[in-house]
T-cell receptor, first 116, second 114 residues
Framework: AQKVTQAQTEISVVEKEDVTLDCVYE???????LFWYKQPPSGELVFLIR??????QNEISGRYSWNFQKSTSSFNFTITASQVVDSAVYFC?????????????FGKGNQVVVIP | KAGVTQTPRYLIKTRGQQVTLSCSPI?????VSWYQQTPGQGLQFLFE???????NKGNFPGRFSGRQFSNSRSEMNVSTLELGDSALYLC?????????????FGPGTRLTVL
């Protein structure tokens, strides 16, 4: 079963518009971590944020913000005032287990295209 | 500080051959994980190594194997290549095993099987 679902496959926005990427996860563990990674055309995955299951505080970092809601098993990501450099594939990922591991289960990704 | 390096960057092989990919983690990082990325299956976890020991293994056949050396460098090997093994293979390093660490990814090795 898919542990991480990113429903939208490709999203096109005009520069300066906001874009929100949805991520829904599934786990039976009470301890887990959620991540967002960005993959630009160069192919290298770039870490954006990590959140643990006990910290539902939402966060804003520059033009990026994250909304974590355990009640709906969602960890959504918003880019405010998008720029052409934001064009990339964005992946939501989950790692599970109290004792921790580095095994990430990724969603299928959202291709974001920012049109100038 | 240098990032994660992977060699080679591109590789073309034919069915039935075997291939070895190499990954050098960030200096000081001791955990190395491998992922396969394909258009159909997306990003899938292959295995994780820490202190020369495999800690985790994904759902891949035994043709996929790996190892880690005392300097934390890692190699993965795919034997008896199949067309479906064509993919981008990504290596990620982190400071230590467990603890749901932030992982730093390399640029990947693009493997094409003909």
């Amino acid at each position: 079963a898919q542990k991480v679902t990113q429903a939208q496959t490709e999203i096109s926005v005009v520069e300066k518009e906001d874009v929100t990427l949805d991520c829904v996860y599934e786990t039976r563990d009470t301890t887990y971590y959620l991540f967002w990674y960005k993959q630009p055309p160069s192919g290298e995955l770039v870490f954006l944020i990590r959140r643990n299951s006990f910290d539902e505080q939402n966060e804003i970092s520059g033009r990026y913000s994250w909304n974590f809601q355990k009640s709906t098993s969602s960890f959504n990501f918003t880019i405010t005032a998008s720029q052409v450099v934001d064009s990339a594939v964005y992946f939501c990922a989950l790692s599970e287990g109290y004792y921790g591991n580095n095994r990430l289960a990724f969603g299928k990704g959202n291709q974001v295209v920012v049109i100038p | 500080k240098a990032g994660v390096t992977q060699t080679p960057r591109y590789l073309i092989k034919t069915r039935g051959q075997q291939v070895t990919l190499s990954c050098s983690p960030i200096s000081g990082h001791r955990s190395v994980s491998w992922y396969q990325q394909t258009p159909g299956q997306g990003l899938q976890f292959l295995f994780e190594y820490f202190s020369e020991t495999q800690r985790n293994k994904g759902n891949f056949p035994g043709r996929f194997s790996g190892r880690q050396f005392s300097n934390s460098r890692s190699e993965m090997n795919v034997s008896t290549l199949e067309l479906g093994d064509s993919a981008l293979y990504l290596c990620a390093s982190s400071l230590r095993a467990g603890s749901h660490n932030e992982q730093f990814f390399g640029p990947g090795t693009r493997l094409t099987v003909l």
